[in-house]
Every structure is written in C-alpha cells, then in structure tokens.
C-alpha cells in the first residue's frame, strides 16, 4: 500500500487490509521520506479505531526498489504515487505489479489537510477497495 507521506492513506490501507485477511503479508510504505518512523497521523488512528483496527503502532517508511521483490501487488492511491513508483520499476515485470487502489481507477483523495469527515471517506473507500481486492484473491 502507497501513498505520498506514509501517515494517513496508506497505513489505513494496510490496517484494513490485514483485518479483512489476516494470512496475507501487508505492507505500506511513501513515495517521500518526510515522516520515516513516525506513527499515523492521529485522525486516521481514530478511524481506524472506531471501526475496530489498531493501526496506532505502525511506522511510516519509504518505498523502496527492493519493493517490487518482496510484494506481489503494489497498489497506489492516486495517479501522483502511481508515476512516482513506475519512475522506480526496474522492467514490465515491476510495472505489472502496479496499480490503482480503487477499482473504478479514482484516486483516493489526500486527506491530510482535511478533516475528519475527509478521514471517514477514505476510510470508507479504502474499506470498499480492500473487499474488492480479497474477491479478486479469492478468486485466483
Ligand atoms: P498521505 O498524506 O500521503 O496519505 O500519508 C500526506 C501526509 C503528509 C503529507 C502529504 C500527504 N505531507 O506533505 O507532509
């Protein structure tokens, strides 16, 4: 899971995926360095939370080209994280691996200078997008 900072989408992104299939390896990482090792930004902590996912302990970090080793899918929160991890893909082999979160292809709006109510509607697209992607597991 990809997004810019690392503190709002992505680790909501990852928190819920974890919750709806807890035998997957999840992950998620920024495209930018400016929060390595910090926790989650408050706001998404809090919705996570009410919807019953911890994601407080997790740390930011940056993406990196041993990514596209470890993972079998990258899915990115909108079309800026998309050209920033494709900027990085070493042959079509990475490029394959990366896609758009939403799989109506809309981009997941930043929320960080937002406020709650931006939160809640991440949370709920991410939460749509996670079940997308367990039904297209489950299915191959
Ligand atoms: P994220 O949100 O990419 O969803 O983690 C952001 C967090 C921080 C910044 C930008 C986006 N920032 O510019 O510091």
Redesign the pocket.
């Known amino acids: 899971m990809v997004?810019?900072?690392?503190?709002?989408?992505?680790p909501l992104a990852e928190g819920i995926l974890k919750h709806q299939l807890p035998i997957i390896r999840v992950d998620s990482a920024?495209t930018?360095g400016?929060?390595i090792g910090a926790a989650p930004?408050s706001r998404s902590i809090a919705v996570a939370r009410i919807n019953g996912i911890d994601i407080s302990t997790l740390k930011a970090r940056k993406f990196h080209i041993e990514d596209f080793d470890n993972f079998t899918h990258i899915f990115v929160?909108d079309r800026n994280n998309y050209q920033d991890v494709l900027a990085m893909a070493r042959n079509e082999n990475d490029r394959a691996k990366v896609a758009l979160i939403d799989p109506q292809q809309r981009e997941v709006p930043?929320?960080?200078y937002g406020g709650k109510e931006d939160f809640e509607y991440v949370f709920d697209m991410l939460n749509a997008a996670c079940k997308n992607i367990v039904l297209t597991m489950n299915a191959n």
């Open positions: 997004c810019l900072g690392n503190i709002c989408r992505s920024g930018a400016y929060h930004d929160m930043d929320p960080y």
